[in-house]
Nanobody, 127 residues
Framework: QVPLVESGGGSVQAGGSLRLSCAAG?????????MAWFRQVPGKEREGVAR???????RYADSVKGRFTVSKDFRNFTLYLQMNSLKPEDTSVYLC????????????????????WGQGTQVTVSS
């Protein structure tokens, strides 16, 4: 069973919008105390984009502040990422992640801190 399944990726022009979804494969994973979105391009390290804690607190990477919005439906354990004003440099594979440990400012955007991962969804932004 895949822990997390992303959907909603696609191709858009610069300035466009996409909404990504991440469905948890089980309630145990979906109720994780810390869930996040990362992105990765070939040959580069995974980059933390946004994370949301079980108390609803949110943190964003500087590169997406004001453009991306992370949210979570705590009833059906689904994580979302609304991406607006997309730029070509946002082109990447987007992955969602979850962990049982609490969110922490020191580890939020370290991929090794997460226990569960999805397979990713491709987002391509053309200029």
């Amino acid at each position: 069973q895949v822990p997390l399944v992303e959907s909603g990726g696609g191709s858009v022009q610069a300035g466009g919008s996409l909404r990504l979804s991440c469905a948890a494969g089980s309630g145990d994973i979906g109720s994780s105390t810390c869930m996040a979105w990362f992105r990765q391009v070939p040959g580069k390290e995974r980059e933390g984009v946004a994370r949301i804690a079980s108390d609803g607190s949110i943190r964003y990477a500087d590169s997406v502040k004001g453009r991306f919005t992370v949210s979570k439906d705590f009833r059906n354990f689904t994580l979302y990422l609304q991406m607006n004003s997309l730029k070509p440099e946002d082109t990447s594979v987007y992955l969602c992640a979850a962990r049982t440990a609490y969110c922490s400012a020191t580890t939020d955007f370290f991929d090794v801190a997460y226990d569960y991962w999805g397979q990713g969804t491709q987002v391509t932004v053309s200029s």
